[in-house]
């Protein structure tokens, strides 16, 4: 069978150093870029500090499968959501993925905040590529799963932050993405729209979904993963079945 996704030695380095605390002038802008471009020829940025929150990461995920990523913080799990959903490009390495694509990786995230709930909805099935009759065909399930009737014309920059999580996950989920990326986000959740959101993610597979998510909550993954995978300091520590792989974690962090 045919992968719908594929991980090939990603790599993701980061220079580190200080940012600017205000926006600069036009002319200090040009001063920074000539004298940044002059060290560059001098190879003086050759010893700028690097971190790499990805290094030569490899694996495939079959069609349907749900994949619970997990690991400390700092690991590098987010970071490789975001390169998989075309946010981040890796520095190294490739990642293909055959199908659409619904993420959601923070709290928010593909919101407009001058736009209603209602418009939002439209927004992000149009951002997957369905027609405005596709999106009418689940706009009624979505706005029941979210709970949020009260507020679809309401201005997105108004939601509480369990509004967006609740609307957000109700138009990843039911917009029939082939792919569905979630990072820890659910944690903000009240326990029974956890639960809700953990069944959608069982029924989504068992329509054909493949699901990656990243979670801290092991019982989580546990419960609703057919495989995980264990990323440490950027690279990919273990892969395998749920139980085992949460087990050596388990054992790796009490040490």
């Known amino acids: 069978m045919k992968p719908i996704i594929k991980a090939d030695s990603l790599g993701k380095k980061y220079h580190l150093g200080r940012r600017e605390t205000v926006a600069p002038t036009l002319r200090e802008a040009l001063k920074d870029s000539l004298k940044s471009a002059a060290q560059l020829i001098r190879g003086r940025n050759r010893s700028d500090p690097i971190v790499w929150a990805l290094d030569d990461v490899s694996f495939e995920v079959q069609p349907g499968e749900v994949v619970g990523i997990i690991g400390r913080n700092g690991a590098g799990k987010s970071t490789l959501l975001r390169i998989l959903a075309r946010i981040t490009r890796p520095t190294r390495g490739l990642a293909d993925l055959y199908g659409r694509t619904g993420s959601l990786l923070g709290v928010g995230t593909g919101f407009h905040p001058d736009l209603t709930g209602r418009e939002n909805i439209y927004l992000n099935g149009a951002i997957?590529?369905?027609?405005?009759?596709?999106?009418?065909?689940?706009?009624?399930?979505?706005?029941?799963?979210?709970?949020?009737?009260?507020?679809?014309?309401?201005?997105?920059?108004?939601?509480?932050?369990?509004?967006?999580?609740?609307?957000?996950?109700?138009?990843?989920?039911?917009?029939?993405?082939?792919?569905?990326?979630?990072?820890?986000?659910?944690?903000?959740?009240?326990?029974?729209?956890?639960?809700?959101?953990?069944?959608?993610?069982?029924?989504?597979?068992?329509?054909?979904?493949?699901?990656?998510?990243?979670?801290?909550?092991?019982?989580?993954?546990?419960?609703?993963?057919?495989?995980?995978?264990?990323?440490?300091?950027?690279?990919?520590?273990?892969?395998?079945?749920?139980?085992?792989?949460?087990?050596?974690?388990?054992?790796?962090?009490?040490?």
Do not use: W
């Open 128 to 255: 997957l590529g369905m027609n405005k009759q596709e999106i009418t065909r689940k706009f009624d399930e979505i706005v029941a799963f979210a709970q949020v009737e009260g507020f679809l014309d309401t201005p997105a920059k108004r939601y509480s932050s369990g509004m967006y999580l609740r609307l957000g996950f109700a138009i990843a989920a039911h917009l029939e993405p082939d792919i569905l990326l979630l990072d820890e986000v659910l944690t903000i959740a009240d326990a029974s729209f956890q639960k809700k959101c953990l069944q959608k993610i069982k029924d989504a597979s068992r329509d054909g979904t493949t699901v990656l998510f990243v979670s801290h909550n092991l019982t989580s993954v546990k419960q609703v993963c057919d495989r995980a995978i264990h990323i440490h300091s950027g690279q990919l520590y273990d892969d395998g079945a749920p139980e085992a792989v949460i087990s050596n974690y388990l054992k790796s962090i009490s040490h």
